[in-house]
């Protein structure tokens, strides 16, 4: 068996039982962002068994296109959404607006390529309507921004599996036993995937970042408020300097945080979101990379990074407070107390 067959094989196999894992907690926590990660978990378990079939079988255009709706389009979108949840009473709000205006951007500059023409036009209105709508309510400390957020992932992947089974497909299918890509689509539903994919795949690799800094012991070297009560002025400059300020206290409070982390003295959810970050990281490199042209480490890096996110999640107390068999009632782990609570 081939390596083509076997790493999107395990990969379907491992995104199930997350998703399973996922949406049993939510059955018991009722936590918005388990479901909708259980959600983002099986569309990627359905794109990697779509590739394993398509690897041993060959390729057929239901397939292909099912492959491409619920792994370029739909799996990212989701899980960064489930991001957005868990952070929403943050102001993570700020950065996913921010990526929601950038993904329109890129849909907006790439129309022509993927012959979308007035597609383009609209999904940039579309993203900056939406990112104004979300970072007011972060301004004025709402917790509906993430449902802003919702509104337009459900809609997009609404279009988005419209034009992936209308879409005439431009180029031949992927060769049986071969890396598939995306090139048989040249096509308004590449719009969708930029659309979902950015702030979605950025969102989940920064979510984590930022999680980890709201829970691990720092020291501000770069102090900046984001308080709303402030001039209009001195807040957007202190939104601007936020965005160095972070970066830079993040870094050079790494090493308290490595001491706390030895010694007991850290909230779960700091190694746990760097971990889901550092698989972030991995899946959206190797995608990207696959989108230029270089598939040699697309497959490895989907199931290296997919196993990084299991162990992020199953370390995080706030996703899991105790790890058990889905829908059963054994408990393999059971619940922890925090050390530590976020400075």
């Not at 083509?4 to 379907?12: D, E, F, K, R």
């Not at 996110?309 to 925090?338: D, Q, Y």
Request: proline fraction near 5%; charged fraction near 10%; glycine fraction near 10%.
């Amino acid at each position: 068996m081939s390596l083509n067959v076997l790493l999107p094989a395990v990969g379907a196999v491992l995104a199930l039982i997350f998703a399973m894992a996922l949406f049993d907690q939510w059955r018991e926590r009722r936590r918005g962002f388990q479901l909708i990660w259980a959600v983002g978990m099986l569309f990627f378990a359905i794109a990697d068994a779509c590739e394993a079939i398509g690897a041993i079988s060959g390729w057929n255009e239901p397939m292909y296109r099912t492959w491409y709706l619920t792994g370029a389009v739909f799996t990212a979108g989701w899980l960064g959404l489930g991001t957005a949840y868990l952070l929403g009473k943050t102001r993570f709000g700020y950065a996913y607006a921010l990526l929601v205006f950038f993904g329109g951007f890129l849909a907006f500059v790439t129309r022509n390529t993927y012959g979308a023409g007035t597609i383009g036009l609209l999904a940039l209105i579309a993203a900056a309507v939406i990112a104004i709508a979300i970072a007011i309510e972060t301004y004025f400390q709402n917790e509906r921004w993430p449902q802003i957020a919702a509104a337009a992932v459900v809609v997009a992947s609404a279009v988005g599996a419209y034009f992936a089974f209308t879409d005439p497909l431009s180029a031949p299918l992927p060769a049986q036993d071969a890396v598939p890509t995306g090139a048989a689509f040249s096509s308004p539903v590449r719009i969708f995937s930029l659309f979902l994919n950015v702030p979605g795949g950025i969102g989940l690799v920064l979510g984590a970042f930022f999680s980890a800094y709201v829970f691990m012991p720092k020291k501000r070297y770069l102090p900046y408020s984001l308080d709303p009560g402030q001039k209009g002025d001195q807040f957007l400059f202190n939104l601007i300097i936020a965005v160095v300020a972070i970066p830079v206290n993040f870094v050079l409070s790494l090493p308290g945080a490595i001491v706390a982390l030895f010694t007991g003295h850290i909230h779960s959810r700091v190694p746990a979101t760097l971990l889901i970050a550092l698989g972030g990281l991995i899946v959206s490199s190797g995608d990207s990379l696959a989108r230029l042209g270089s598939t040699s480490m697309y497959s490895v890096a989907k199931i290296v990074g997919l196993v990084l996110i299991f162990l992020g999640f199953l370390v995080s107390i706030e996703a899991f407070r105790e790890i058990r068999i889905p829908f059963t009632g054994r408990v393999l782990r059971g619940a922890r107390n925090e050390h530590s609570a976020a400075s």
